[in-house]
C-alpha cells in the first residue's frame, strides 16, 4: 500500500490536519493520524493473483468528543464503501472495509479520539 496515495486521497477529501502514526506535540486543532499495522498476501481473492491485504489505524483526534466522532463518522464514510484509484494512476483499491471503531480519551493532552482499523485489499 503506498501510504503517499493513501495521504494524498485524504489531504483532497478530509477537512482537518493529517499525520503519519503521531500528533506533533505543537498541533492544536483537530486532526486524524494513521499508521499501517501490517500487510500480508491475500491468495484467495477470488481467485486471482498479486492481492494484497493492508491493515491501516486511524485516530480521528480533537479536544471535543463531537468533533472526534463527526471527524471518524466522515472517515468512515469516505473509507468503507471505497473501491477504485486512491489517486489517479496509482494502485487499485479492490475493497476497503472497517474492521473495528473504538473510542479513547487521553487526560494528558486532554483529547477524545475516536480510532477506525481499516483493511485495504488491493492488487500490485
Known sequence: M???????????????????????????????????DRMEYDENFDGEDNFYQAILTFFCVSPKA???????EELEGLLEPFTGELVAGGQYVQDTRLLDKRTMYDDGAKVYGVGLTVQFTYNT
Do not use: R, W
Request: aromatic share 10%; glycine share 4%; hydrophobic share 45%.
Open 66 to 72: 463531537v468533533q472526534a466522532i463527526e471527524i471518524s
Open 2 to 36: 503506498k501510504l503517499n496515495e493513501l495521504y494524498s486521497f485524504l489531504d483532497d477529501n478530509i477537512g482537518v490536519d493529517i499525520f503519519p502514526i503521531m500528533v506533533p506535540v505543537d498541533h492544536k486543532g483537530d486532526c486524524i493520524t494513521y499508521n499501517l
